[in-house]
């Protein structure tokens, strides 16, 4: 089965829910089958549901144990993540790149994507008119960023738990936070998000 990642990533993740409820792998066979047309081998799905396959491919997988530094990225990126996707010999780059003033929320960014991309560890590039840049190859992280900026109601389902480390990561990028005081004390938060 040779498909793209984000079918294949949801493939196994809708594989992974039916085997959860107590499907067997022929009814997992047929239910795949009926929502997306694809034809499954039984061996696929007990390679996934037994965790001994990677989806990824050659893909850096992110390491979501650390889902604080997870959130963190997340909230980043929406907040001042620069998202390119480029056609490339060997198949599209998929560029996540960071071009801020304040280099030391730059240092945090990178400290966090080292976290959750073992092996990595980006460059901070000093540009023109002082701003520091750093660029980040990883399709994975790129579809998860991208998911959650066309679906912003998936953040709260998925980093519920988080939102601490999610909230971290959009004020150090464009947010700020306002309080005012009338007879009851109010607090409002304002985030400026732009395209």
């Given amino acids: 089965m040779h498909k793209p990642l984000n079918i294949r990533l949801k493939l196994k993740d809708t594989v992974l829910k039916l085997h959860m409820e107590g499907l067997s792998y022929r009814n997992i066979q047929r239910r795949i089958k009926e929502l997306y047309g694809v034809e499954l081998p039984r061996s696929t799905i007990s390679y996934w549901v037994r965790n001994l396959h990677n989806t990824e491919g050659r893909v850096k997988r992110l390491d979501k144990s650390d889902m604080d530094a997870y959130s963190y990225i997340i909230g980043a990126s ?16 998929h560029i996540i790149m960071m071009r801020v003033r304040d280099r030391d929320f730059l240092e945090e960014y990178i400290n966090n994507i080292g976290r959750i991309i073992p092996g990595i560890k980006p460059r901070i ?24 900026i066309e679906n912003p109601g998936k953040i709260y389902q998925d980093l519920k738990n988080n939102k601490k480390a999610f909230l971290k990561g959009i004020y150090d990028a464009e947010g700020s936070i306002s309080v005012t005081a009338r007879k009851y004390f109010a607090g409002a938060v304002i985030i400026a998000m732009s395209d």
């Fill in 78 to 93: 929406i907040g001042y993540a620069y998202l390119r996707k480029r056609p490339g010999k060997k198949g599209d780059k």
């Fill in 125 to 148: 590039k000093i540009g023109r008119r002082g701003f520091y840049t750093s660029t980040i190859y990883n399709k994975l992280l790129y579809i998860d960023i991208k998911k959650y």
